[in-house]
């Protein structure tokens, strides 16, 4: 499967969104609350790239 490593990269990314996702609850209210915001913002990269990789996933799979 040529597609194999960015599949099991994907699956990385989104483990690690998890992680930073339950633990951001806890820490950014106690830290500093304008954390919220630029997790906010790097969230919307991360899903903005995320939809670019699937698209060129899908060219290539054409």
Known sequence: MDN???ILA????ERALSRIESAK?????EIDP????RH???KSEMRQ????IDGLIG???N
């Open 59 to 61: 060219r290539q799979e």
């Open 34 to 37: 304008a954390l919220e915001e």
């Open 49 to 52: 790239a995320i939809q670019t």
């Open 25 to 29: 609850s806890a820490l950014i209210t």
């Open 4 to 6: 194999e490593p960015v």
């Open 10 to 13: 994907i699956g990385r990314i």
């Open 40 to 42: 906010e913002t790097l």
